[in-house]
């Protein structure tokens, strides 16, 4: 069965620190990845995408994450995290179809000053 | 751009009793998204619109949800009758195909409809 594990519940990191959030799937057809983020009582905002090509991928605010297909994960990292990273951030997967799209259960990041 | 509009914002009732939700979705974009974000948990997909036709919607509890997108632009979803494990944020999101890619489109969400069921 398709799923996405995001194995961290909550992650506290100081200001200025890096960051790794991770995220695992398991999906038969060739994955399509989204990192999103939510902040409170928002909606959610794409920060960047996994199609093909390129496995290390740029996206907004600062944020990359890298496709290692042997793992089956989709990590996100940001080098520098600031009090406004603080939100709930979700990876999901599809498939080309579009259909089926599958969330994590998300990570709570915590930044403390 | 206007985004993804969504009301009400804040809906509290009493289980048994019905409620909608109405989704307008950014203007162009012919794939529309319902999903339910239960407190804790990741959206779950509910049901997913091409224009006004269904696309997939196996994870609609359809003895009490149901959805329809009139003239294929806005939304609205409906629970009757609601029960206590409805409770939570109901989102809605828009994307705009790419012919043949339908997964490479941005999915844009909505603030949400936070629903409490007593």
């Known amino acids: 069965a398709q799923s996405v594990t995001q194995p961290d519940i909550h992650i506290t990191v100081s200001e200025g620190a890096s960051l790794e959030l991770r995220c695992n799937y398991s999906?038969?057809?060739?994955?399509?990845l989204f990192w999103y983020v939510q902040s409170p009582g928002q909606g959610l905002q794409l920060l960047l995408k996994?199609?093909?090509?390129?496995?290390l991928v740029q996206g907004i605010k600062g944020f990359e994450a890298e496709f290692k297909r042997s793992q089956s994960s989709f990590n996100l990292r940001k080098p520098s995290v600031h009090w406004s990273d603080a939100a709930e951030y979700f990876c999901a997967v599809t498939s080309n179809t579009g259909n089926q799209f599958y969330f994590g259960t998300g990570t709570s990041l915590t930044v403390i000053p | 751009e206007a985004g993804v509009a969504q009301s009400p914002r804040y809906k509290i009732i009493e289980k048994r009793q019905s409620v909608a939700f109405w989704c307008n979705p950014i203007?162009?974009?012919?794939?529309l998204y319902w999903y339910q974000q239960i407190l804790g948990q990741g959206p779950k997909l509910l049901i997913q619109?091409?224009?006004?036709?269904?696309?997939?919607d196996s994870q609609l509890p359809k003895d009490r949800f149901s959805a329809e997108r009139l003239k294929g632009v806005d939304s609205t979803l409906k629970i009757q009758p609601a029960k206590l494990e409805d409770s939570a944020v109901y989102l809605c999101?828009?994307?705009?195909?790419?012919?043949?890619?339908?997964?490479?489109?941005?999915?844009?969400f909505g603030a949400g409809t936070r629903l409490s069921v007593l």
């Open positions: 203007s162009g974009h012919a794939t």
């Open positions: 996994y199609f093909s090509g390129d496995t």
């Open positions: 999906y038969g057809a060739t994955p399509y």
């Open positions: 619109f091409q224009n006004n036709g269904v696309v997939d």
């Open positions: 999101a828009s994307s705009h195909r790419i012919a043949g890619e339908l997964a490479k489109n941005i999915q844009y």
